[in-house]
């Protein structure tokens, strides 16, 4: 059994708090999450699956949030959760037969394109895309579903390829792509929680407390976002690339 003391625990769930904001504005919220968990001593595998285990509650509160605001768009949810559901569990299921850590250079790459096009495109006035809707339903939906399997097979930066997917290939608003994320992100983290909770490595003794700060870090990133727009959401995003890939590439240089 892996206990934590009081005082470590509300340390955890301050982390939390600041992790499920930073998510719900341009994902990487795992980037401060993995690491004070692994600080206040619990295992690598049990900081993976505790970390899923009290993420998805950021992820709901901020999709929640987002949806208050009206910048969800429904029926594209209908698409991309189950997508991203499903894709999560194909992820997790191709972890028994290829080390993720070959998707590092991968991912580094994919990262760097990311930046560039955050940098570089402007989504349409108004987010609105001129192509048929059946065809925006269907790009939506397969982006969902292969950051989905990315989520459920290696993780890092799934948030932020979910916004860029959705800004670079359906042409709305960086905030709306934000919001959509979320509701993907949310399935993808459901289905990778269920699986971590199957294989028993969730800690729910320290997941449950921290669902709090999520919930109410995710709330606040969401409500950041909704108040202050585009230029706000792409500077977040932008960050959390920049720290996606100096911590892939160091992990990929200590790997030598």
Avoid: E
């Amino acid at each position: 059994m892996h206990l934590v003391s009081l005082p470590t625990l509300l340390a955890l769930a301050v982390a939390a708090f600041f992790a499920g904001a930073m998510d719900a504005v341009g994902g990487g919220g795992g980037l401060i999450m993995v690491p004070a968990l692994l600080a206040a001593g619990l295992p690598p595998h049990l900081a993976l699956g505790t970390n899923k285990g009290q993420s998805m509650f950021g992820s709901l509160a901020a999709a929640v949030r987002y949806a208050r605001a009206g910048l969800v768009d429904g029926s594209a949810a209908r698409v991309t959760f189950p997508a991203a559901f499903l894709g999560a569990l194909g992820g997790s299921a191709l972890v028994l037969v290829v080390k993720p850590d070959v998707l590092r250079p991968l991912v580094l790459v994919l990262l760097i394109a990311a930046a560039v096009l955050f940098t570089v495109v402007r989504p349409q006035p108004r987010g609105v895309s001129r192509a048929p809707r059946g065809r925006l339903l269907f790009l939506a939906g397969l982006i969902a579903l292969c950051v989905g399997v990315y989520d459920g097979f290696f993780g890092p930066g799934a948030g932020t390829f979910y916004i860029a997917g959705f800004v670079g290939l359906l042409g709305i608003s960086m905030a709306r792509a934000s919001a959509d994320a979320k509701v993907a992100n949310f399935a993808s983290n459901l289905a990778a929680a269920a699986i971590f909770a199957h294989r028993g490595v969730i800690l729910w003794a320290i997941a449950l407390p921290l669902a709090c700060g999520q919930i109410l870090g995710g709330f606040v990133g969401a409500h950041l976002a909704v108040r202050r727009g585009d230029p706000f959401v792409r500077a977040v995003v932008l960050a959390v690339v920049i720290v996606l890939v100096l911590k892939i590439a160091r992990d990929l240089y200590l790997a030598r």
